[in-house]
């Protein structure tokens, strides 16, 4: 029986697995599986914390979902920050930044990263960020080819402008695109990505 692949876009609020074993956390937490009838055996490439949105690889393709997680491929996110982002803080990303891990203390990967002239154009998400008198956001684009948990949040915070908002926008040569928050796509493969 063939393969089957679909694109994500993983709403605010939702959980990045399909069910939970927990009664009481199946009763309060968004799960995958609410969104889309997926086949058995679909599992999700990488994760995104409740808290993030954006573009999500689904496959029943092990092998797929080792090659995407390897540090050759860019996982590109946009992050929107508490206050108007420096070039320092732009350069400390791109140099790489300590955060914790569960091990202790992490060097992160030199990264590319830059300041997007204006916001960009995403669906509103359902829960206010904040209020406008808080002052100004800004927003920043982080492309990573390693996956520690929470990482990009933890990376703008070291760098002193805490994330509010964190959308991933790319996966490899995988673009989220026009897809809404909640929006599943079948697509024929996932490859190529690199060998």
Not at 13 to 30: N, P, V, W
Not at 133 to 142: A, D, E, L, Q
Not at 176 to 192: A, S, T
Request: hydrophobic share 35%.
């Amino acid at each position: 029986m063939p393969h089957r692949h679909f694109l994500l876009f993983k709403p605010f609020g939702y959980l990045s697995q399909f069910i939970s074993e927990d009664a009481r956390e199946a009763r309060k937490k968004k799960f995958l599986g609410a969104l889309h009838d997926f086949p058995e055996g679909t599992m999700s490439v990488g994760r995104l914390d409740e808290h993030s949105e954006g573009l999500l690889l689904l496959t029943t393709d092990g092998r797929v979902s080792e090659r995407v997680r390897r540090k050759d491929v860019e996982k590109e996110y946009y992050a929107q920050v508490d206050g108007l982002i420096t070039d320092e803080a732009v350069a400390l990303l791109q140099q790489g930044v300590e955060i914790s891990v569960p091990e202790g203390r992490y060097l992160t990967l030199p990264c590319a990263a830059f300041r997007l002239p204006a916001p960009p154009d995403l669906p509103p998400r359902p829960r206010k960020i904040r209020d406008d008198r808080h002052g100004p956001t800004s927003w920043v684009s982080i492309t990573v080819k390693e996956g520690k948990n929470r990482q990009v949040r933890k990376m703008t915070a070291a760098a002193g402008f805490p994330t509010l908002r964190l959308v991933r926008v790319r996966i490899g040569h995988i673009w989220l695109g026009d897809l809404q928050p909640g929006e599943v796509r079948e697509v024929p493969e996932l490859l190529p990505l690199p060998e």
